[in-house]
């Protein structure tokens, strides 16, 4: 007898409220495996594939690609017992219960919400009020598979295989990936030519005949304005400036560039702040710490944030116990960081617990700013860009590098006294590489 199971939307251990479907790697009649990735889902915080929990064969989705569903809704069934004999297939359980009572194995950290749904009907499908067992089955009508992977990048049919940049690409475009024919995965080359050559616009975004463009807030976009909200306006943020002769550092740097050790490393002015960040916040760990209601909450590790943007928007993935790694390893850390945020590849694990952040603003050119404080930490700093300006030395003019930093914190975890220290300390060691030492 055939053995239906409901796969719900799992919660990724991230507080996740919804996520929309990006793309399905299978249809209704394919066999799937255990662990075999069957959708790719995006987050409030990042891409994800999840695997299937049951070898069987797929006999319905329950949502569509560019959907979005909340945590706990059904997404899929499958027939786990395919070569039983027939029956009326029952009601999908309600989506709290889908995982329980189908002795679904959860991913690990995953676990279904509560929620209330209604399950759509099905397309296709014979369903009967009642049915006696010696009643003829109705079978469903049979779904048509493409003889080739071609048959599924025609234009107008099956969304094509592509990587979130890709797809946040061709949407920032206006390009339709269903106008792509192809033979494989869209790349971002196949959607600039695409653009160039004037494809269909999407659905999304809505152009109106005012002139204005509405794009659904969603994804990242969403989860990042809300959380910066919650910060604003839930901790007391102060912002203290300073303003440092970096020419040392920059010499160091180009020494280093030689050096055997590092030859094969690329050292960036990020790099020695991220290295300063850890030594300063052992001589002043309240920088480090969290506000937890009725007590404060002290880290002896730091887990640092880096602040990305990415074409999905703006992530900050972190990189584990900074403060035990060289400046050689810290270098290597923010160097894969960045790669793996600009493939959009961070996972949401990478991107949770962390301690302190830096953002650099610098990259684009931008001297300095006020940032806003992650939710869960106490202070943020802003690293602004490397400039070439007059300087005193010596009581004498001279063109030096000078760089502004700012560092925003929680007045509630840490006086001025403690923050001036901190962003001092930091300074003091950009300025002089060699005050490491007394650290």
Not at 185 to 195: C, Q, S
Not at 245 to 258: C, F, I, Q, S
Not at 402 to 423: A, Y
Request: charged share 20%; proline share 9%.
């Amino acid at each position: 007898m055939p053995d239906f199971k409901v796969f719900p939307l799992p919660d990724t251990a991230e507080g996740l409220v919804d996520a929309e479907i990006l793309a399905w790697h299978i249809k209704p009649g394919d066999e799937v495996a255990v662990n075999q990735i069957i959708v790719e889902i995006e987050t409030a915080k990042a891409a994800v594939e999840l695997p299937c929990p049951w070898a069987g064969v797929v006999t319905e989705l329950h949502a569509e690609t560019g959907q979005t569903v909340n945590v706990g809704e059904p997404i899929v069934t499958i027939d786990v017992d395919p070569g039983g004999a027939a029956a009326p297939a029952a009601p999908a359980p309600a989506p709290a219960a889908a995982a329980e009572s189908n002795g679904q194995a959860m991913l690990v950290g995953y676990g279904p919400k509560a929620a209330t749904t209604k399950r759509r009907a099905r397309k296709g499908a014979a369903v009967a009020a009642a049915v006696q067992p010696a009643a003829p089955v109705v079978e469903p009508e049979p779904i048509a598979v493409p003889d080739s992977p071609a048959a599924l990048l025609t234009p107008g049919g099956l969304v094509p295989l592509a990587k979130p940049p890709v797809r946040k690409l061709a949407k920032d475009l206006g390009v339709d990936l269903r106008s792509l024919a192809g033979t494989g995965v869209i790349t971002r080359e196949d959607v600039h030519r695409a653009a160039s050559a004037g494809a269909p616009l999407p659905t999304v975004p809505v152009v109106t005949s005012g002139g204005e463009r509405r794009v659904p807030v969603k994804g990242v976009r969403k989860m990042t304005a809300q959380a910066m909200v919650d910060s604003a306006f839930t901790a007391p943020h102060v912002t203290e400036f300073l303003t440092v002769d970096v020419t040392p550092m920059m010499t160091l740097r180009a020494r280093l560039k030689t050096h055997p050790a590092f030859r094969d490393v690329k050292i960036t002015p990020l790099t020695f702040a991220a290295k300063a960040v850890c030594l300063a916040a052992k001589r002043t760990p309240d920088i480090n710490a969290v506000w937890a209601g009725d007590e404060i909450v002290y880290k002896d590790y730091v887990h640092l944030g880096i602040a990305a943007a990415t074409p999905r928007g703006l992530i900050v993935p972190k990189v584990r116990d900074a403060e035990t790694l060289s400046l050689r390893d810290l270098a290597l850390a923010l160097e894969q960081l960045t790669l793996t945020a600009r493939d959009g590849k961070t996972t949401p694990a990478d991107m949770v617990n962390g301690t302190f952040t830096i953002t650099n603003v610098g990259v684009f050119g931008v001297d300095t700013g006020t940032p806003i404080i992650n939710p869960g930490e106490s202070a943020i700093l802003a690293l602004g860009a490397i400039k070439d300006m007059p300087w005193v030395v010596d009581g004498e003019i001279k063109i030096r590098k000078v760089c502004q930093l700012s560092l925003s914190f929680d007045h509630r975890v840490v006086d001025g006294q403690q923050g001036s220290q901190f962003l001092a300390d930091v300074g003091a060691i950009m300025a002089d590489p060699a005050m490491a030492i007394t650290y």
